[in-house]
Every structure is written in C-alpha cells, then in structure tokens.
C-alpha cells in the first residue's frame, strides 16, 4: 500500500532543454556545458542530466566525486568535471571512476601530477577570492607537464553592471594566456549575458537552466521548469478581526474565507514567505496570510474562488517574484526544495 504524496512537483524537461539551447545560442560560437552540483540545483541530476545530453550538452560540472558517481552510469564519466578538486583520500577512486577534478590549488596540482598525471582542469582565481589558484600561485614550474583541458574562472558578479566584471575578464586573460590549456571557460548563466567577451571557448550556466532569469535579459529566454501543487486540507469561513497562525501575525479585517494547504518549510517553503508569499486558486494568485507552519499555511481567498477541501493548487514559484517577496536568493529556494513531494517529470 503507498499513500500519494501531499505535494507534488510538477517538472518540465522541455522547458529544461529549451532553456539549455536558449544559453547555447546566447554563447554564440562557445561550447555550452551544465553546472549540475548539488543534484542539479535540487531538481534531480538523474533526470537532468540525461535530458541536457540527449539536447547536446557536453561538459557537465559537479561540487563532489559523490556527486559525480550518482551521475557516471548515465553518461561517459570523462564528460563529468568535479569543481571542488580532489583530496589525497579521494584520488584513487577518481582515478578510477574516470571524472576530471578541477584542480584548485598548487597542492592539488602537485598530488595530481605525482599520482600520475592525465587530463585535469584548473581553476584559477580571477578577484573573487573564494576558489581557485591566485595570481601568485601561478607559476610555469607548476604547470610543467599538466595537462589541462579546461582553464576556468569563476564571475563574482556577472549579475551586476559592475567594473569588477571587465577587471576579472582581464585578469582571467593574463593569466590564461600564461598558462597553455585546451579550452578557456568563464562565464556563468549571468555571465553568458555580458556578452562574447566573455565566452571563450565554453559557458558554464546552471541556474538559468532550472528557470530563473538572474538577469533582466533572460527574462524571455527563460521559462520555468519547477511548478508546486498542494492539497486544501481545510476550508473555512472567518468574520472580522480573527488572528490567523502562529502568533497571530495576520487578523481578518472583514470576513474571510481561509484556506489551510498541506506544505510548509518542512517541504522547503521558507518561513520569509509568512505574509508575502502567493498561492494560485483557481486562476487567481491568493496572499498566504500569517506564519507558515512546519507542514501547512494559511491562504486568504476571494469569495468568487470556491474552493473546497481536497483540491489541488498551485504554490507561487516564479523564481524572480519568489525571491523578491522573500528575500531568498533563486539557488536556495531550489536547493531547498524538499523530499517530502511526489516528483512529476513530464
Ligand atoms: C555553480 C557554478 C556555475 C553555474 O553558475 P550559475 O550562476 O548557476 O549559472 C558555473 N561555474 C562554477 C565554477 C560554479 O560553481
């Protein structure tokens, strides 16, 4: 016996793949590959990644050899790099697995090529200081004998219009041209919008593919992959000046039908949606009003909707809205998404 889910999350493999061709043309003549870490940003790399392949994605980066191993059977492991390196306890079962290490640091570099060498890729430091060999670390000694496919660098800021993106492009430049390498890749989702620039030979978008347009110029280009349904557990009907929730954080102003739908933050739907998130009934885009519980909220609902218990609606999910109503940046309200619903691929 198996009960259905409360939730259920409705995910689009063709706006998917539309999405991948659309940062593809928008690369012109560069490569286009997929950032995929963190089981595809939430959505499931198993069902990601088949689909991006088939479309003609060929360069696909994961966070760790973990993550790399959950995706190996599906697609030939030498397709798949791994971002955040390899450790000493790591290399033998890299080795073996066949996924390329982006290698970050002069340690890792010197492991690598003391284990044996082959293909790897390097990731150099540009101004964001956060992952990456920095301008000193590089040297012709370090990388005598490496043999790098990918050169890359990774954008702070390419969501802004900001110097500190042409400032890394340059510094990406110097040292690219003092290090040989196959291919040079730097932009992300973001990044593909500043223009050919900064397209070298590769893109690395990722949040662009599971929908959201992180920039205003994406905004056509991109459509939502990701759609939420819930059940109504409960309908009732409030007169004025009723306290709704936890704390009473919302009261009736005149009376109200209130609904009360099965999802919550234990299903990742932040607690910074009390009072600001929506829920689509009907047609009709309806204001959750008060605190959000652990597995229910509360949704204010016009008189023309009718809804009764039992039904399905709709979470709002616009990933550019949502995340302006909560504060809550697009890569975690994906990231967050939880385990608790039924996952619909269509
Ligand atoms: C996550 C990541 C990307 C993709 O970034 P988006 O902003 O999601 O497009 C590209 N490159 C690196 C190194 C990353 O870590």
Known sequence: MSFPAPSRLRLDGEALVNNWKAMARLSGIAGTGAAVKADAYGLGARHVVPRLWEAGCRDFFVAHWAEAEAIADLIPPSNISVLNGVNADEFALARSMGAVPVLNTPGQIMAWRNAGGGRCHVMVDSGMNRLGLGPEQVSAQLFDGLEVDILMSHLASADEDVEQNAMQLGRFKELSSAISAERKSLA?????????????????????????????????????????????????????????????????????????????????????????????????????????????????????????????????????????????????????????????WA
Not at 191 to 218: C, K, M, Q, S, W
């Open 188 to 344: 992300n989702s973001a990044g593909v919008v500043l223009g050919p620039d900064y397209h070298f030979d590769l893109t690395r978008p990722g949040i662009a593919l599971y929908g959201a347009a992180v920039v205003e110029n994406l905004a056509e280009a991109i459509h939502a992959v990701v759609r939420i349904e819930a059940r109504i557990l409960q309908v009732r009907h409030l007169g004025a000046g009723e306290p709704v929730g936890y704390n009473a954080s919302w009261q009736t102003q005149q009376p109200t039908t209130l609904i009360t739908v099965a999802y919550g933050y234990a299903d990742g739907y932040a607690r910074a949606f009390a009072n600001c998130g929506t829920v689509i009934v009907n047609g009709h885009i309806c204001p959750v009003v008060g605190r959000v519980s652990m597995d229910l909220i509360t949704i204010a609902v016009g008189k023309d909707q009718a809804p009764e218990e039992g039904d399905w609606v709709e979470i709002g999910f616009d990933l550019q809205a949502a995340s302006q109503a909560s504060g809550i940046s697009p890569y975690e309200l994906l990231t967050k998404l939880g385990n608790r619903s039924e996952r619909l």
